[in-house]
């Protein structure tokens, strides 16, 4: 009890002085940028070759291959919507991820599910509540996922220095409060006491099936990964994809639980070059970080704007497919 009155009262103080949090966010993520800067100085000038002589062919083909892990990631949460009977065009659905996923870059750590739980509305999807208990769905399944992927790549790959025994302390138990069992019953408690009814249930099935889905996603997200290694001149082999499927899942994990550092800028790129070590030389980790980072923003921007405009279009020509929700 006491400490959820810690937390409460911490949630309080950042709604009371929004300006006081985001000078902490910033203070913090500038220490944390002059430590880590110190750190790689004598990296800086080999990623800086890499970089001058990156391939733009393989850069564009890692864009391309990122692009898809977005484009296939949306399903995702359309099915978790659908399995509570909540049914939002593809379109829609792909705005309403890039949006949030944006809004990251936004400090202050309430931006993300805001925009998303927005741009639900304007396609027609008005229960904020399921709108936002579905992105802790997604983002708890995805990271479980991502630590399975990654623990597995370990079976061929030697030499990664990471803290195995607390990712998996963390799956485990992200694998248990999201169990139907409990994740149901608790979230329909804090949905009746906001004013909302309880939360359907969420099929076992359902979430089995996520998990295999998001295994493949990052899978796709180390494809990319692989590709941006070989633009900056490292020969990284293919039975490494998996491996950067994992990496590329551990640096989203820390990105999230970074709440001081805006859509995770800095310690996910600082988690991940530390992986990357493990296949790869100094300069060509950094190398890779850095345009995996100039990749994200800009594919995001891309398929916003696709499913802002371009697919909008088609959209308009069908019946509408999201049904409003009341709540």
Request: charged share 10%; proline share 5%; hydrophobic share 55%.
């Amino acid at each position: 009890m006491d400490g959820v009155k810690t937390v409460r009262r911490l949630f309080a103080f950042a709604k009371a002085h929004p300006r006081v949090v985001i000078a902490t966010q910033l203070v913090i993520l500038a220490v944390f940028f002059v430590s880590v800067g110190s750190a790689l100085q004598g990296s800086f000038k080999d990623a800086g070759n890499d970089l001058r002589n990156a391939n733009p062919v393989l850069f564009v083909l890692a864009s391309a291959a990122l692009a898809a892990y977005y484009l296939v990631f949306v399903f995702g949460w359309m099915r978790i919507l659908a399995d509570w009977d909540i049914h939002i065009s593809y379109p829609a659905a792909l705005r309403a991820e890039m949006v949030s996923m944006l809004a990251k870059y936004v400090p202050g750590g309430v931006w993300t599910p805001a925009a998303r739980v927005v741009a639900a509305r304007r396609a027609g999807v008005t229960n904020a509540a399921l709108v936002t208990v579905s992105i802790i769905v997604e983002a708890g399944i995805s990271a479980v996922a991502g630590v399975v992927v990654f623990v597995v790549s370990l079976a061929w790959v030697d030499g990664v220095d990471a803290p195995i025994a607390p990712l998996i302390a963390f799956a485990v138990v992200v694998t248990v409060l999201l169990h139907p069992r409990i994740f149901c019953p608790v979230a329909s408690r804090v949905l009746r006491k906001l004013g909302y009814g309880s939360l359907p249930p969420l099929r076992t099935s359902t979430m089995g099936f996520l998990l295999l889905f998001y295994s493949g996603t990052w899978v796709l997200g180390g494809a990319a990964l692989w590709l941006l290694l070989r633009s900056v001149g490292a020969h990284p082999g293919p039975e490494s994809i998996v491996y950067l499927g994992g990496v590329a899942a551990v640096g989203a994990i820390v990105a999230v639980l970074a709440v001081f550092a805006p859509s995770g800028l800095g310690p996910r790129e600082a988690t991940m070059y530390g992986l990357m070590l493990a296949i790869t030389s100094q300069g060509a980790a950094l190398g890779a970080t850095v345009l995996n980072r100039v990749a994200i923003t800009m594919v995001e921007l891309l398929l916003l704007v696709v499913g802002g405009f371009v697919l909008r279009r088609s959209e308009r020509e069908l019946e509408p497919t999201a049904q409003p929700i009341e709540g």
